[in-house]
């Protein structure tokens, strides 16, 4: 999983999968989740991200994961 924030457009991407989107649906106004072929939930788009998420703050509980951060 990856997280990405466009600061130009204010959207956060949430990549779940490495496999390529072939159809989005919006579910609420400006959340949008993305599918594979098979219908499997490879990604969620986050428009106007800064008003609807904290992004100074990303809790990770009891997750086994390896941190990697990238500078703005």
């Known amino acids: 999983m ?7 457009t204010d959207s956060l ?4 999968s490495e ?4 159809e989005s649906r919006e579910i609420t106004e ?7 072929a098979e219908g499997n939930l490879v990604g969620i788009d986050i428009d106007n991200a800064s008003r609807k998420v904290d992004l100074k703050k990303l809790p990770l509980n009891k997750l086994p994961a390896i941190i990697q951060t990238n500078p703005a």
């Open 2 to 8: 990856k997280l990405n924030y466009y600061a130009d």
């Open 13 to 16: 991407y949430i990549d779940l």
């Open 19 to 22: 496999r390529p989107s072939t």
């Open 30 to 36: 400006g959340v949008i989740l993305d599918y594979d």
